[in-house]
């Protein structure tokens, strides 16, 4: 920490073995913790997808597996482009998407205060923390029969799924980016003449907001995960639900063209965590994984 | 301005270990407008008696008082800048050293007016407008000394500011400390353990003993000021530093303790 994360510190140079020869692509690419172009680094990013999709087709195409099993890319494309044209799939798209979007809002609009507030004061921590801390272990996926006793097949019980599958441990990790705000922070304002409520709202609070938008991206993810699970038990509408649907008639490629649906739109939610991050803390050092 | 007075502070840390005593009876004067620096080896506890000035830690026993109103909670009155860089990230430049002022209910152009001062009088009005990221460690302690100046303090309480810095900035936030001070005149409380820093800063010296800490004795710096870095050569220096450093090691030498690497 000290004249390193100046601006205009100039990248250092890798070794070289031997002087006067130009650099290899060892040496150019693979230094640890060396940068390298962003064409490059976009080139290699696309060409993990082309590989993949390349094995995919060498392995169906070739006869390799039978296609039952694995029909090829372009046979699933195919399933994709009837299933979102004659078959109502935005429809289940949007289904599942209004699920995520109630059920994330309804826990984060919990999480996030009672996570600041347990890990801001003591007491507040002394009382939740250790219920919080056993029901997270309970897993979602657990709830969902008593949860259709109680709401049936329909809207509120996916949200409550991902609720269950998302508060407890969303509230767990904002309270554990509030808990590390260093303390110097808090006391330097003190010593600028801050109250206690000033020091939380005009110090506690700002600090834990990238880590508390960092964490809401990563439970995202979860939220997913919970909304395909409760869809695949029941439900009659939603990407699960045509992946179930579509099981039961067989028919792989409707089941491989809804999960990498449901990739693209983890992909999308993603990227719009992150645009979001970049957007509201422009002075922040740089997003997490 | 004010003196602060350290009378008979003791401070004990309870551990699962038994009580730990930090301070044991400390008794400190510095005087008005001086500047004290206070040295010792790692553990001595001169940052808890700091804290305690600043009145973010309550002695076990003893008081402090600034001019001559006792310390019970940090306030305004008592500017303090840390080792560790504790500029607010999400404020600018210029927004973190209005900080003070702000929650006062300072108005805006007051504000303003304080801060664009103090910027220029630290050489940063073209960093005004950055965050505290795009700044080198240097600058974000001079923009933490502007912070802590802007509220007008009666005292400055420094905690190891240049313990982060590389030697050569280290030297220039010396140089420009020194300078710092000759214009706003205020009582500083400098913790440190560089020896050399702290005679080339202070008025006195105070050397402090290992667990649990004491005032072990108090140097009086007598190196003419404005001073420069040719003091540093002198005779006089190197008797001052080996005084210093005797008194530490001799003390040190007891229990087989090592010195803190400066």
């Known amino acids: ?289 | 301005m004010s003196s602060i007075v350290a009378r008979g502070v003791s401070m004990v840390f309870p551990t699962r270990n038994g009580d730990v005593r930090a301070l044991d009876d400390v008794t400190v004067e510095i005087p008005d407008s001086h500047f004290a620096c206070i040295v010792g080896a790692s553990g001595c506890g001169k940052s808890t008696l700091l804290n305690i000035m600043a009145g973010l830690i309550r002695p076990t026993a003893g008081t402090i008082h600034v001019g001559d109103r006792p310390v019970e909670a940090p306030g305004a009155d008592r500017g303090m800048v840390f080792q560790s860089y504790t500029l607010y990230p999400w404020l600018r430049v210029r927004e973190n050293v209005e900080f003070g002022p702000s929650l006062k209910g300072v108005s805006k152009t007051d504000r303003r007016r304080t801060a664009n001062r103090l910027l220029e009088e630290m050489g940063l009005t073209e960093f005004a407008r950055a965050y505290p990221r795009e700044l080198s460690g240097g600058m974000k302690q001079r923009v933490a000394i502007a912070r802590a100046l802007a509220n007008d303090p009666e005292v400055l309480l420094m905690d190891e500011p240049f313990g982060a810095l590389d030697a050569l900035t280290r030297a220039a936030a010396q140089r420009f400390l020194t300078d710092i001070w000759e214009q706003h005149r205020r009582t500083i409380a400098f913790v440190t353990h560089d020896i050399d820093e702290a005679i080339y800063l202070g008025d006195n010296v105070f050397v402090m003993s290992r667990r649990p800490g004491r005032i072990q004795e108090i140097v009086e710096i007598d190196i003419p000021r404005p001073r420069s870095l040719d003091d540093i050569g002198t005779p006089r220096f190197a008797e001052l530093k080996h005084h210093i450093l005797s008194l530490i090691f001799q003390e040190m030498g007891q229990d087989g303790g090592e010195p803190e690497r400066p």
């Open chain 1, 1 to 289: 920490m000290s004249t390193t994360e100046r601006r205009d510190a100039p990248a250092s140079v890798p070794p070289r073995t031997d002087a006067g020869r130009r650099p290899g692509i060892a040496s150019r690419y693979l230094t640890p913790k060396e940068p390298i172009p962003r064409a490059v680094a976009v080139g290699l990013a696309l060409s993990s997808f082309v590989v993949v999709v390349g094995i995919w087709a060498i392995l169906s195409y070739g006869g390799f597996v039978r296609e039952f099993f694995l029909p090829g890319p372009w046979k699933v494309a195919k399933a994709l482009y009837t299933m979102f044209a004659d078959e109502g799939f935005a429809r289940d798209v949007w289904a599942s998407f209004y699920r995520i979007g109630i059920g994330f809002l309804v826990s984060a609009a919990i999480a996030i205060p009672l996570g600041i507030a347990i890990g801001s004061f003591r007491a507040i921590q002394a009382f939740f923390e250790p219920l919080i801390a056993a029901v997270r272990y309970m897993p979602a996926s657990a709830f969902i029969p008593l949860l259709i006793i109680w709401f049936g097949i329909g809207n509120t019980e996916k949200v409550a799924v991902i609720y269950i599958g998302l508060f407890f441990p969303l509230t767990l990790m904002v309270a554990d980016v509030s808990a590390n705000i260093p303390k110097e922070l808090l006391h330097i304002a003190y010593t600028l003449g801050a109250s206690r409520w000033q020091v939380f709202r005009k110090v506690l609070l700002p600090a834990s907001w990238p880590g508390v938008v960092d964490n809401l991206r990563i439970g995202m993810g979860w939220a997913w995960t919970y909304l395909i699970v409760a869809e695949l038990v029941a439900a009659s509408t939603g990407i699960g639900h045509v992946i179930l649907s579509a099981s039961r008639f067989l028919q792989t490629e409707h089941i491989i063209a809804g999960i990498l649906t449901i990739g693209a739109l983890g992909l999308l939610t993603d990227a719009f965590f992150r645009w979001l991050y970049r957007f509201l803390f422009p002075y922040a050092e740089r997003v997490g994984r």
